[in-house]
């Protein structure tokens, strides 16, 4: 009979003390607790839930997929839970419900997940990531289980939540659906009966949501580590929305212009909580930057490390040379994507995806910011039909109409 061999356990203090603190907000219960469990030598599962709210996974989620992987280097079991199940609900904004997504736009969103997180964590060998979704549990459940479910968390606890105190404040409806949300986000932990989760820190409230249940239905102490995010100068998340947001289907090309684009500010946590590079040579970076350095150096460097994250050195130093022969010295790429025309430039930018969203591209329309580049002629209305030529869009985009 074949036995598979078991994954040695690192109990390292330096790796453990990375893991516990490189780009991470915040621990719960303690530091203490986790560095406890994890000397032990004892294999912990640790768990990271997406809900497929898009098609693509982006940097956001590139945040505690790292930590993910690196729990699994440790000899750790991870889980990469889908939640096809909690998408259909949505985690409740500040500033209104959202919309309700049906199964069907949720199996679409997710189909190229497990693919692009693959790139970073290890679906084979003998300490195998595991993929499961929460349909399998949640989808389950009766009318019964929900209400024995939603008795042990109070009306209190759940308004203690930032975005239902800022909807209270301006208000603005609660619904009893979103309530339910963190309840089912916290009964993931309880149905796979997890050591421990990662995510971001805007998930926060629901992690330690999931901590309460276990406690009160399993007896189990779990810890929650909540990742350090991505933001802007305003403090707004990198997102589809904001126009900002990189996405793993994205070329090298097309990312490495996306980051080179991130505003300055950016430059020091993005190095921080998306790169390998060390904290010595970051800090050493941040005093540089903070005696009138070029940022444009050191934000270079940061592209073509994030690149090579996703697609290795080689495709990096590609991007890397496309960027400088094009944007440094103004020329026009010479691989250029072509598109059929004949349709207005909002369908045409949608279905071809120059850019992320038609809002987007009503603000670069808006901004002067689409041209024909051999007649400088700018695009002024986005209905207008899109006719052959190259055109630059935004400040690294170009597209050939044909």
Known sequence: MFFQKKPEINTDDTQIEHFLTRGVEAVFPSKAFIQSRMKKGEQLTLYLGVDPTGPTLHMGHLIPIRKLAE????????????????????????????????????????????????????FSGSNKALF???????????????????????????????????????????????????????????????????????QTFNMLAGRDLLKQIKNKEK?????????????????????NMVSLDQTPEDMFGKVMSWPDDMIVPA?????????????DIKHKLSTGENPKHFKVKLASEIVNLCFGEKEATKARHAFEQTFSKGGIPEEIEEVSGGQSWIDVSIEHKLVESKTEFRRLVEAGAVSEMTTGEKITDPNTIAKPGVYKIGKRRFVKIV
Do not use: C
Request: proline share 3%; glycine share 8%.
């Open 71 to 122: 729990f699994q280097k440790l000899g750790h079991q991870i889980i990469f839970l889908i939640g096809d199940f909690t998408a259909t609900i949505g985690d409740p904004d500040k500033a209104s419900v959202r919309k309700p997504l049906t199964r069907e736009e949720v199996l679409s969103n997710l189909k190229e997940y497990k693919k692009q997180a693959s790139r970073f964590i290890d």
């Open 271 to 283: 190095f921080e909580i998306v790169t390998d590079v060390s904290i010595e040579t970051i800090t």
């Open 132 to 202: 499961k979704f929460n349909s399998e549990w949640l989808g389950k459940m009766t009318f019964k289980d929900v209400l024995e479910l939603s008795s042990l968390m109070t009306v209190d606890q759940m308004l203690k939540r930032d975005m239902f105190k800022k909807r209270i404040q301006e208000e603005r409806p609660i619904y009893i659906h979103e309530f339910m949300y963190p309840l089912m986000q916290g009964y993931d932990s309880v149905a796979m009966n997890v050591d421990g989760e990662v995510g971001g820190n805007d």
């Open 223 to 243: 810890f929650v580590i909540a990742m350090k995010l991505l933001v802007d100068p305003t403090g707004k998340k990198m997102g589809k929305s904001e126009g």
